[in-house]
C-alpha cells in the first residue's frame, strides 16, 4: 500500500494528515480519494497543488508502488 501524505490546508478538508491506500497509479488515487470526500476531490482538484511521489514533484500521471509516499501540496505562499 501506497503511503498517502496532505500538507497544509488538504488535511484540514480531509480530517487526515496520513494514510495506506492501495492504488496503481496517482490518477486512480485521486479519483478514490474524491469519491470517498467530495470536498477534498475538489481541494486536490484545485490551482496550484503539487503532487509528490517518493520527494520528487511529478505532473500527470505515475505508477505506484506497495513502498510510494505520495504527498499532495497546496500553493505555498510566504513574504
Do not use: H
Request: charge should be negative; glycine fraction near 10%; hydrophobic fraction near 50%.
Amino acid at each position: 500500500m501506497a503511503r498517502v501524505l496532505l500538507f497544509g490546508r488538504l488535511a484540514d478538508v480531509a480530517g487526515w494528515r496520513e494514510r495506506q491506500v492501495d492504488c496503481i497509479s496517482i490518477r486512480t488515487l485521486r479519483d478514490l480519494l474524491a469519491a470517498e470526500d467530495e470536498a477534498l476531490g475538489q481541494a486536490l482538484a484545485g490551482k496550484g497543488i503539487q503532487v509528490a511521489l517518493d520527494q520528487a514533484i511529478v505532473r500527470g500521471d505515475a505508477s505506484l508502488t506497495a513502498k510510494s509516499e505520495v504527498a499532495f501540496l497546496p500553493p505555498m505562499s510566504g513574504g
